[in-house]
């Protein structure tokens, strides 16, 4: 996505707000599936993808909302992405550089934070939601695996 003008809309119509109040029940209790997924995911990709990170240290306390990984610099993450799609694994992209969206590119004209950018291009989100099973944590893990292994032999650079 892209900002490309200054805006906002705080506003929540009724509807939303009524389907927020009762999802609201269930908050606890997904967070803790997420929390239990995302300590599986992070155990099977340091045994399985080792050169892939898993960047954010363990928070006392997160809704854990996202899985993002970290990809090594040698693969491609959109042949990553590709080869996780062939096998019925949809992934995200989160965290686009701020001071690369029009919005700022256009006020503040130049800026390189090749950290920032380097983040941005090997960050990739794998599927975290309270109805994913453990053997489905593992094949999707696998999957990444066999990306990565794929991606690497074919020499992709990034």
Known sequence: YDVTMLGFNYRMDE???AIGLVQLRNLQEWNEVRRVLVTLYRRLIAMRCPAVSTPFAEPRRSAYHIMPILLPRY???QEVIDE???QGIQTTI???PVHQMTFYR???PGVHLPRTEDFADR???IPL???ITS???EAVVDALASALNSCARAGTAA
């Open 129 to 131: 939601h309270p109805q």
């Open 106 to 108: 256009e006020l503040f």
């Open 135 to 137: 053997p489905v944590a």
């Open 94 to 96: 989160h965290y686009p």
């Open 123 to 125: 960050e990739l989100t």
């Open 15 to 17: 509807m939303r707000a």
């Open 84 to 86: 996780l799609r062939a």
């Open 75 to 77: 693969v491609s993450r």
